[in-house]
């Protein structure tokens, strides 16, 4: 009987160290599970406060240098060139001459065109003068002007194809391409070379709908380059196209003077910044602030140890700010780092 007593004193003594080991692993992970929690919602971030400030509304686009004015010059007589007076890359002057077509046959047929005509036009003489003596009629008379008429047409027309034997440039500037050698045959219409005025250039750039009510005819713009960083071109607003193209753009072209630098190619690609834009208070954020999208931007709010996201409503972006239209006020503070940690009522530390 003892030792049945001692039996089941052990059995309870032994069940009581297993429920206070249990119990005190349960607390031993409680603590351990706090610890983790907390280290988990305390997350380091960095804030910026949102400014009110006076920002002036210029416009900011890329564009390509185009040329001011690019012409054909073509043979306008079909023939063999006997003279070119050109090169590629070289400059020149409206009405020079810029090559000749073999017009031999042509010399030929207006001599005798002109000898043709000569002869009828003293025949034509010769017959008025015995129509006003009865010696001749009237019909025989008339005959005769009508072939003398077609036979000046001739020699017209033979004469027009020998002028046009000389090719002239259309326009003055640089030849930019040359599609001719000497003795090559041409047929009218033929293009011998392309002339692009380099003394004016123009750039052509796309407005979005907004922003094409925010310019003007004659509005000053600042060119800039990535080839010549040094320098700033001015330009004027030259063309706005009344019309959206498929993708809702409207064409613009800004006239630069390119006479004095002489360094802006065709094709360049360049930074327009339109000038005289409205100065206005608005609300500025770092860029970095921007969760999500621009298109669907939001951002987190900072307020007493948590943040909220917070769905916004943007603007403009200049030097790396971002307008905000709604959804923010001044002094607001929203976080610029580490926004990828966290979420609505999360916990952070602020970290300069």
Same mark, same amino acid.
């Given at each position: 009987?003892?030792?049945?007593?001692?039996?089941?004193?052990?059995?309870?003594?032994?069940?009581?160290?297993?429920?206070?080991? +249990?119990?005190?692993?349960?607390?031993?992970?409680?603590?351990?599970?706090?610890?983790?929690?907390?280290?988990?919602?305390?997350?380091?971030?960095?804030?910026?406060?949102?400014?009110?400030?006076?920002?002036?509304?210029?416009?900011?686009?890329?564009?390509?240098?185009?040329?001011?004015?690019?012409?054909?010059?073509?043979?306008?007589?079909?023939?063999?060139?006997?003279?070119?007076?050109?090169?590629?890359?070289?400059?020149?002057?409206?009405?020079?001459?810029?090559?000749?077509?073999?017009?031999?046959?042509?010399?030929?047929?207006?001599?005798?065109?002109?000898?043709?005509?000569?002869?009828?036009?003293?025949?034509?003489?010769?017959?008025?003068?015995?129509?006003?003596?009865?010696?001749?009629?009237?019909?025989?008379?008339?005959?005769?002007?009508?072939?003398?008429?077609?036979?000046?047409?001739?020699?017209?027309?033979? @004469?027009?194809?020998?002028?046009?034997?000389?090719?002239?440039?259309?326009?003055? %500037?640089?030849?930019?391409?040359?599609?001719?050698?000497?003795?090559?045959?041409?047929?009218?219409?033929?293009?011998?070379?392309?002339?692009?005025?380099?003394?004016?250039?123009?750039?052509?750039?796309?407005?979005?709908?907004?922003?094409?009510?925010?310019?003007?005819?004659?509005?000053?713009?600042?060119?800039?380059?990535?080839?010549?960083?040094?320098?700033?071109?001015? %330009?004027?607003?030259?063309?706005?196209?009344?019309?959206?193209?498929?993708?809702?753009?409207?064409?613009?072209?800004?006239?630069?003077?390119?006479?004095?630098?002489?360094? +802006? @190619?065709? %094709?360049?690609?360049?930074?327009?910044?339109?000038?005289?834009?409205?100065?206005?208070?608005?609300? +500025?954020?770092? @860029?970095?602030?921007?969760?999500?999208?621009?298109?669907?931007?939001?951002?987190?709010?900072?307020?007493?140890?948590?943040?909220?996201?917070?769905?916004?409503?943007?603007? @403009?972006?200049?030097?790396?700010?971002?307008?905000?239209?709604?959804?923010?006020?001044?002094?607001?503070?929203?976080?610029?780092?580490?926004?990828?940690?966290?979420?609505?009522?999360?916990?952070?530390?602020?970290?300069?």
């Amino acid at each position: 009987m003892k030792g049945k007593y001692i039996a089941i004193g052990s059995i309870i003594i032994i069940c009581g160290l297993i429920a206070y080991k +249990l119990a005190a692993n349960k607390e031993e992970l409680d603590t351990r599970k706090n610890q983790t929690t907390v280290s988990e919602v305390n997350i380091p971030v960095k804030v910026a406060t949102v400014k009110d400030s006076l920002l002036e509304f210029n416009i900011t686009k890329t564009g390509t240098i185009i040329p001011f004015t690019e012409a054909k010059a073509l043979a306008p007589v079909s023939g063999t060139l006997k003279n070119i007076k050109f090169s590629l890359g070289s400059n020149v002057t409206k009405g020079q001459v810029l090559a000749l077509v073999d017009d031999r046959a042509e010399q030929l047929n207006l001599q005798k065109a002109e000898r043709n005509a000569a002869k009828l036009k003293s025949d034509l003489n010769t017959y008025t003068e015995l129509l006003s003596g009865n010696a001749a009629t009237r019909e025989k008379v008339d005959e005769i002007k009508a072939d003398y008429q077609d036979a000046m047409t001739q020699v017209n027309v033979i @004469r027009k194809n020998i002028s046009d034997a000389t090719i002239k440039a259309p326009a003055s %500037g640089m030849i930019s391409i040359k599609q001719v050698e000497e003795g090559m045959y041409v047929n009218s219409g033929n293009e011998i070379a392309t002339i692009v005025d380099i003394s004016k250039t123009k750039a052509r750039v796309f407005l979005s709908e907004n922003e094409v009510y925010q310019v003007r005819k004659g509005q000053s713009v600042e060119i800039t380059t990535d080839v010549h960083p040094n320098i700033t071109f001015k %330009g004027t607003v030259d063309f706005i196209s009344p019309q959206a193209d498929e993708t809702r753009s409207y064409q613009t072209e800004i006239l630069i003077d390119n006479q004095s630098y002489s360094l +802006l @190619r065709s %094709g360049t690609y360049i930074n327009l910044k339109f000038l005289g834009g409205k100065s206005k208070k608005t609300l +500025l954020i770092p @860029r970095e602030a921007i969760v999500s999208s621009i298109k669907d931007p939001s951002v987190f709010i900072v307020g007493k140890g948590k943040v909220e996201k917070r769905d916004i409503k943007t603007g @403009r972006e200049t030097g790396g700010l971002i307008q905000v239209i709604s959804g923010l006020k001044a002094t607001d503070k929203v976080v610029v780092s580490g926004q990828i940690n966290l979420k609505s009522g999360s916990r952070i530390k602020i970290s300069h």
